[in-house]
C-alpha cells in the first residue's frame, strides 16, 4: 500500500512539474525570449513566427529602394521590424501608413530606438528578420552586353531574390505549412507546395552554395542550397524523374535566377527515381540556421512561405531553352556581388 502511495505521490508530483515547464515554456515565447546558448557560449535564437504579408514585403522593399543613395537610408529589415513591435509580431492588421509613418521619423533622422520604448524586442526582431531577410535587398549585377572584347556588367541595387517557379509557367498554391504528413511518421508539413507540370524550370531563389543534392526518400531529388552568409537553407524537393537537375553538384556556386532543376513528383520511396508523390508539385522550404546544432538538431527553424512566395511571384525569372545543352536557362539571373567568389 506505501508503494502504491509513493507512486501516486510521484506522479502527481510529475504532472504539476509538467504544466510548470509547459507555462514557463509559454512565457519564453510569448516575451519574445526564444534564444538559447550555444556550447561557445553564445545565445541564438531558436524560433520565429514569420508572417508578414506579401504587401507589407513589397512596400518595405520599395521603401528601401527608394532611399537607396539618400543620406536617410531606411533599411526594409528595420521598417518591418519596427512593425512588428507595434503588432506584436502579427502582421494581420498591417497598414501602409504605419509603414509610412516610421519611414518618415526615420528620414528626419529619428533612431529606431528612439521610435520605440520596447528595445529588446526591437532587437529581436532585428536580428530574426536580418537572418531571414538579410539576402532580399542589396547590390547586384546584371550583363547588359556581350561582345569580343568581353562580358559588360552594369551594377544595380534592389530585390535579389526570384519566384522558385520559372516565368511564363502555370503553377497554384495555399497555405499549407503544418499540414499533416503520414509518410514514414506522422509530422506536419515544414515547407510550401506549388502545384505544377512535370518539367517546369525550377529557380534559384537566392544566391548561395549547394550544400546538398541527390536522393532523399522523404523529399525524392532534392537540392539543398545555403546562403552565402549561412542564416538561410533553401530547399527545392520532388524534382523531377530521370532529368532533375540542371548541372547541379554540391559545392557550386548559384546566382538567384539560374535554373537549377525541373517539377516532378519523385519522393516518398527508399528507392532512388520513384514518382510516388501523387500530384507533381515543387515542395518548397526555406530554414534558419543561428547555430550549427540547428542544421538538423531538434531545434529546426522552417518558415511559413505562402506570403512570401507571393511577394516573390512578381520576379520571375525570364528562361529560354537551349538545343545544344537540352537544357533552360534563365536570361536575367543576377551576379550576387556578396558572393565570395
Known amino acids: 500500500?506505501?508503494?502504491?502511495?509513493?507512486?501516486?505521490?510521484?506522479?502527481?508530483?510529475?504532472?504539476?512539474?509538467?504544466?510548470?515547464?509547459?507555462?514557463?515554456?509559454?512565457?519564453?515565447?510569448?516575451?519574445?525570449?526564444?534564444?538559447?546558448?550555444?556550447?561557445?557560449?553564445?545565445?541564438?535564437?531558436?524560433?520565429?513566427?514569420?508572417?508578414?504579408?506579401?504587401?507589407?514585403?513589397?512596400?518595405?522593399?520599395?521603401?528601401?529602394?527608394?532611399?537607396?543613395?539618400?543620406?536617410?537610408h531606411v533599411s526594409h529589415i528595420t521598417l518591418l521590424s519596427l512593425l512588428a513591435v507595434k503588432y506584436g509580431g502579427s502582421f494581420k492588421n498591417y497598414k501602409k501608413s504605419?509603414?509610412?509613418?516610421?519611414?518618415d521619423r526615420l528620414c528626419t533622422g529619428e533612431s529606431?530606438?528612439?521610435?520605440?520604448?520596447?528595445?529588446?524586442?526591437?532587437?529581436?526582431?532585428?536580428?530574426?528578420?536580418?537572418?531571414?531577410l538579410g539576402g532580399m535587398v542589396g547590390e547586384y549585377a546584371v550583363?547588359?552586353?556581350?561582345?569580343?572584347?568581353?562580358?559588360?556588367y552594369q551594377k544595380r541595387y534592389g530585390l535579389k531574390l526570384f519566384s522558385p517557379i520559372a516565368g511564363g509557367y502555370y503553377y497554384n498554391h495555399y497555405d499549407d505549412f503544418g499540414a499533416a504528413r503520414s509518410f514514414g511518421y506522422k509530422r506536419v508539413h515544414l515547407g510550401h507546395d506549388m502545384m505544377g507540370s512535370v518539367g517546369t524550370p525550377i529557380i534559384a531563389v537566392e544566391s548561395g552554395y549547394v550544400e546538398a543534392c541527390g536522393w532523399n526518400r522523404f523529399g525524392g531529388w532534392r537540392i539543398g542550397i545555403r546562403s552565402f552568409d549561412g542564416k538561410r537553407y533553401y530547399y527545392y524537393a520532388h524534382l523531377?524523374?530521370?532529368?532533375?537537375?540542371?548541372?547541379?553538384?554540391?559545392?557550386?556556386?548559384?546566382?538567384?535566377?539560374?535554373?537549377i532543376g525541373y517539377l516532378g513528383m519523385t519522393g516518398y520511396s527508399s528507392k532512388q527515381d520513384t514518382n510516388n508523390i501523387n500530384v507533381p508539385h515543387l515542395h518548397f522550404g526555406l530554414q534558419i540556421i543561428f547555430d550549427s546544432s540547428q542544421k538538423d538538431g531538434?531545434?529546426?527553424?522552417?518558415?511559413?512561405?505562402?506570403?512570401?512566395?507571393?511577394?516573390?511571384?512578381?520576379?520571375?525569372?525570364?528562361i529560354a531553352y537551349s538545343k545544344d545543352t537540352g537544357e533552360h536557362y534563365s536570361k536575367n539571373s543576377i551576379i550576387d556581388l556578396s558572393s565570395p567568389d
Not at 504605419?98 to 519611414?103: A, I, K
Not at 520604448?117 to 530574426?128: M, R, V
Not at 524523374?241 to 535554373?259: L, S, T
Not at 512566395?309 to 525570364?318: E, I, P, S, V, W
Open 1 to 72: 500500500m506505501k508503494i502504491y502511495k509513493r507512486r501516486a505521490i510521484q506522479s502527481i508530483y510529475l504532472c504539476i512539474l509538467c504544466v510548470l515547464m509547459l507555462f514557463e515554456h509559454v512565457a519564453y515565447r510569448t516575451d519574445m525570449k526564444t534564444v538559447t546558448v550555444a556550447a561557445d557560449g553564445s545565445d541564438y535564437i531558436k524560433w520565429i513566427d514569420f508572417d508578414i504579408t506579401a504587401q507589407a514585403l513589397a512596400d518595405a522593399v520599395k521603401f528601401d529602394v527608394d532611399s537607396y543613395g539618400s543620406d536617410t
Open 98 to 103: 504605419d509603414m509610412q509613418s516610421f519611414y
Open 112 to 132: 529606431p530606438e528612439d521610435i520605440t520604448n520596447n528595445t529588446k524586442t526591437l532587437n529581436y526582431y532585428l536580428k530574426a528578420y536580418s537572418a531571414v
Open 143 to 152: 550583363i547588359t552586353d556581350r561582345e569580343k572584347d568581353g562580358v559588360f
Open 240 to 259: 523531377r524523374k530521370g532529368h532533375p537537375y540542371n548541372d547541379i553538384y554540391e559545392g557550386k556556386i548559384i546566382n538567384a535566377g539560374e535554373v
Open 298 to 318: 531538434w531545434n529546426q527553424i522552417w518558415l511559413d512561405m505562402y506570403e512570401f512566395t507571393k511577394f516573390l511571384a512578381k520576379n520571375r525569372a525570364d
